[in-house]
């Protein structure tokens, strides 16, 4: 695993192949925004994220899995209660 | 997600990869794992906590609530090609059921092995009969299944 320097930015998760967010002064608009959505049989998107893990903070990849069963949790937030 | 932690050495027998994901940040993760999670299970979380406090997987993965800047119970089976085999969204005061996550992996795994030629039927456990679709089938899936096998 390999510990990542941890800056003061506040960093999040990003979807592999999504445009920047910012782009304010972009001249031409893009085609068209593709919007990943996720269905059942169909590619799940791929992501990068800052994680915790095994007393560390490093980045996962879901692609990083390719080859093996990968089960993706979803939760409102740490500290609640269910 | 510590049920889920919980499972996590029956879910690495199945081959299966645990990534969990919030708004939170990794930093709060740490905490969290460190103060609550790791007495409920022994070692804490042994898999990846991912933090996505701009929402841009959940909103991709179509979890984020705008509304509440957070994402639902959502949990996705996806299979070696990277594809969603099945998905299940909760809005947050109910808790998942992770037996019912397990079978389905259960089920998953066993038709990917048979290469499509068997398929589990409604409430199918592991080590009971599954299903083999074809022309000596149809009409006849009465002889090898009826509703009261569902345990």
């Given at each position: 695993?390999?510990?990542?320097?941890?800056?003061?930015?506040?960093?999040?998760?990003?979807?592999?192949?999504?445009?920047?967010?910012?782009?304010?002064?972009?001249?031409?608009?893009?085609?068209?925004?593709?919007?990943?959505?996720?269905?059942?049989?169909?590619?799940?998107?791929?992501?990068?994220?800052?994680?915790?893990?095994?007393?560390?903070?490093?980045?996962?990849?879901?692609?990083?899995?390719?080859?093996?069963?990968?089960?993706?949790?979803?939760?409102?937030?740490?500290?609640?209660?269910? | 997600?510590?049920?889920?932690?919980?499972?996590?050495?029956?879910?690495?027998?199945?081959?299966?990869?645990?990534?969990?994901?919030?708004?939170?940040?990794?930093?709060?993760?740490?905490?969290?794992?460190?103060?609550?999670?790791?007495?409920?299970?022994?070692?804490?979380?042994?898999?990846?906590?991912?933090?996505?406090q701009a929402g841009n997987v959940?909103?991709?993965?179509?979890?984020?609530?705008?509304?509440?800047?957070?994402?639902?119970?959502?949990?996705?089976?996806?299979?070696?090609?990277?594809?969603?085999?099945?998905?299940?969204?909760?809005?947050?005061?109910?808790?998942?059921?992770?037996?019912?996550?397990?079978?389905?992996?259960?089920?998953?795994?066993?038709?990917?092995?048979?290469?499509?030629?068997?398929?589990?039927?409604?409430?199918?456990?592991?080590?009971?009969?599954?299903?083999?679709?074809?022309?000596?089938?149809?009409?006849?899936?009465?002889?090898?299944?009826?509703?009261k096998m569902e345990k």
């Amino acid at each position: 695993m390999a510990e990542q320097h941890q800056g003061c930015a506040r960093v999040s998760g990003s979807v592999e192949g999504a445009a920047p967010q910012s782009q304010p002064d972009q001249a031409i608009a893009p085609e068209k925004e593709k919007i990943m959505t996720a269905r059942v049989g169909q590619k799940a998107p791929d992501f990068t994220a800052p994680a915790y893990y095994k007393g560390g903070f490093t980045s996962v990849k879901l692609s990083d899995f390719a080859g093996k069963w990968v089960f993706v949790c979803f939760y409102p937030g740490d500290f609640t209660f269910v | 997600m510590s049920a889920v932690a919980d499972k996590y050495a029956e879910l690495q027998k199945l081959g299966v990869e645990v990534i969990s994901v919030s708004v939170d940040s990794h930093f709060v993760h740490k905490m969290w794992n460190d103060h609550e999670l790791v007495k409920m299970v022994e070692g804490g979380v042994p898999f990846h906590m991912a933090s996505d406090q701009a929402g841009n997987v959940g909103r991709a993965y179509g979890v984020w609530d705008e509304t509440q800047g957070i994402e639902m119970r959502g949990r996705f089976i996806i299979d070696p090609d990277g594809v969603i085999q099945a998905m299940e969204v909760l809005t947050p005061p109910v808790g998942r059921r992770i037996a019912e996550s397990i079978r389905q992996i259960q089920a998953y795994q066993l038709v990917r092995e048979s290469g499509g030629k068997e398929a589990t039927p409604a409430g199918w456990e592991p080590g009971q009969p599954t299903l083999k679709p074809g022309p000596n089938l149809v009409g006849k899936v009465w002889e090898v299944w009826n509703p009261k096998m569902e345990k």
